[in-house]
């Protein structure tokens, strides 16, 4: 009797990754789909605010490529301090934003390999595509992910492995590498051709990814208060809580004592109102208005400049004077200030 | 609805972890058996289908009341 050859497939759900599943599945190869949380999937920030502008949920990818499969699919949350430390100190350094990509499958591989052992597979494949991505999937880089991934010859990429050396599951015969496709680059066309060919006809529009860490407004954001931290004196690091308020509201740098967040919708202000301890917040009194959030020690110049700009973002934006709450712990302070109206330093404030 | 052997409640928790919840729940009952789980995420609507047919349980529905949803899934013969 012929042994059933069993691999871990790392699926986010963009159009790579449910091909690579299918290219896999159709050799009769038993896979187990592994989808990571990182925090940072702007798709997942999207839903936790409720959704998109017009009302919709958008889908959860990585469910439906491996309910479309019917392949079993586990969640692994990897979004822990040593995720988190990895990004504050990437070894391979980051690509254009805050984005440590080669770090980032480093570690997923790290990972994907103990999900390997503990379920007895012989190997792992993702999407990846040899040139698609200017850092990461690179000839080199790719076998730095495999090799530092600790996945020498146990790391297939379906979609270009012929381009790249036989892995051990091809030189074993446990994968038909003919079956394989040679890919390369980042054209999604043949891509596309393919998924006609599978009978894949459900996937999302090819979009780069969905990373906070490759965009620029977030990056800003990023390295600011890894600076700001390194500017008191403390260490350059990133918690669980920063990476929910990275992605939340309007961030404007008082001075490296003070940071203010404004909330831009009901659900960001919710969302602030889970992270008032050990911070000040702010809301307009008598007229709608955001709530907001000052972190830090702030002088008493840098509390009204928040007021004001506070005060900017409500329905009081117009009026000569408004009042604004100051709540920090058991001190509840007012102030009456002018809603600021300068753009231009609003802007310069702005992370 | 057939009564739930088990309920979770995962209020407050965003996805994905009402799945993931679930996944665990389900893992640990045993084939026939059926789970209740309860959301505030309104993306367990759109989830809970698909992961009980990429893991072969059956979903038995997902009904909205109030400010929560309820979904119910039966462990499959081979559901994992």
Not at chain 1, 180 to 203: C, P, T, V
Not at chain 1, 263 to 269: M, Q
Not at chain 1, 326 to 332: F, K, M, N, S, V
Request: charged share 30%; glycine share 10%; aromatic share 6%.
């Amino acid at each position: 009797m012929t042994r059933k050859v069993k691999a871990i497939g790392l699926v986010s759900g963009g159009l790579d990754s449910t091909l690579a599943l299918a290219l896999v599945r159709r050799q009769g190869i038993e896979v187990k789909a592994v989808t990571f949380y990182t925090g940072f999937c702007i798709t997942e920030t999207q839903r936790r605010k409720g959704g998109r502008p017009d009302g919709s949920i958008p889908r959860n990818e990585a469910l439906r490529a491996a309910a479309d499969q019917e392949v079993e699919i586990e969640y692994v949350d990897i979004s822990g301090p040593a995720y988190l430390d990895m990004l504050v100190h990437p070894r391979w350094g980051y690509g254009a934003n805050a984005n440590p990509c080669v770090d980032c499958r480093v570690f997923m591989m790290r990972k994907a390999k103990e999900i390997m052992e503990v379920e007895g597979c012989d190997f792992v494949f993702t999407g990846e595509v040899l040139g698609q991505r200017p850092k990461s999937q690179r000839r080199d880089t790719l076998r730095i992910i495999e090799r530092e991934g600790g996945l020498e010859g146990r790391l297939l990429r379906p979609l270009s492995a012929k381009l790249l050396p036989p892995t051990t599951p091809e030189q074993e015969g446990l994968v038909d590498r003919s079956r394989l496709e040679d890919i390369s680059g980042r054209s999604r066309h043949r891509q596309m051709a393919l998924a006609g060919e599978l009978g894949i006809g459900d996937y999302p529009q090819p979009a780069g990814g969905c990373c906070y860490l490759t965009d620029e407004s977030f990056a800003r954001k990023f390295f600011d208060v890894l600076d700001a931290r390194e500017a008191r004196g403390e260490e350059r690091r990133l918690d669980r809580e920063d990476v929910i308020l990275l992605s939340t509201g309007r961030h404007f740098r008082l001075s490296p004592r003070a940071k203010l967040v404004v909330g831009r919708t009901e659900v960001e202000n919710a969302l602030l109102e889970h992270h008032v301890p050990g911070r000040a917040r702010l809301e307009a009194q008598v007229v709608l208005g955001p709530i907001a959030l000052v972190e830090g020690t702030p002088t008493w110049e840098e509390r009204l400049l928040a007021a004001r700009i506070v005060a900017r973002y409500g329905k009081g934006k117009e009026s000569p004077r408004v009042t604004v709450e100051w709540r920090e712990g058991d001190l509840i302070e007012t102030y009456e200030v002018e809603p600021e109206q300068d753009e231009a330093r609003i802007e310069s404030l702005r992370i | 609805m057939p009564a739930p052997c088990r309920t979770i409640d995962t209020s407050g928790r965003l996805c994905p972890f009402p799945i993931v919840e679930a996944a665990r729940a389900v893992k640990a009952m045993e084939s026939g058996a059926v789970l209740l789980v309860i959301a505030t995420d309104p993306g367990i609507a759109l989830d809970m289908p698909m992961w009980c047919k990429a893991t072969r349980n059956e979903h038995l529905g997902t009904f909205r009341e109030g400010e929560s949803w309820k979904s119910f899934v039966r462990k499959g013969a081979v559901g994992r």
